[in-house]
């Protein structure tokens, strides 16, 4: 089982930058998809981004394509988010996932506990 811990998160102004970070262990870094997702108060989960093994990026709508970018780093067992042009609504929760990659795609299964995300204006 991968254990995954989020960071990066904090306190910004609309039009900042952040960078998280969700690092795992526990696991083989590489045989796993990781993904991003956010909840705000009251919101259903939100699917943010995720990244495949081979690295290839998967976004989520409008509202966060074009603005933020993943990536993974295999020697650090690292995965990021990079958040540009924040606005206030994406104030959230934002956790990192894991699911072990193959032919057949399953749910994500595990998870960490979340970074949060205040953006103010």
């Known amino acids: 089982q991968v254990q995954l811990v989020e960071s990066g998160g904090g306190l910004v102004q609309a039009g900042d930058s952040l960078r998280l970070s969700c690092a795992a262990s526990?696991?083989?870094?590489?045989?796993?998809?990781i993904g991003w997702f956010r909840q705000a108060p009251g919101k259903e989960r939100e699917f943010v981004a995720e990244?495949?093994?081979?690295?290839?990026?998967?976004y989520g709508g409008d509202s966060v394509k074009g603005r933020f970018t993943i990536s993974r780093d295999n020697f650090k067992n690292t995965v990021y988010l990079q958040m540009n042009s924040l606005k206030n609504e994406d104030t959230a929760v934002y956790s990192c996932?894991?699911?072990?990659?193959?032919?057949?795609?399953?749910?994500?299964?595990?998870w960490g506990q979340g970074t949060k995300v205040t953006v103010s204006s």
């Open positions: 996932a894991a699911a072990v990659e193959g032919i057949v795609r399953i749910p994500y299964h595990s």
């Open positions: 990244i495949a093994r081979n690295g290839d990026p998967t």
């Open positions: 526990g696991g083989i870094f590489r045989n796993y998809r």
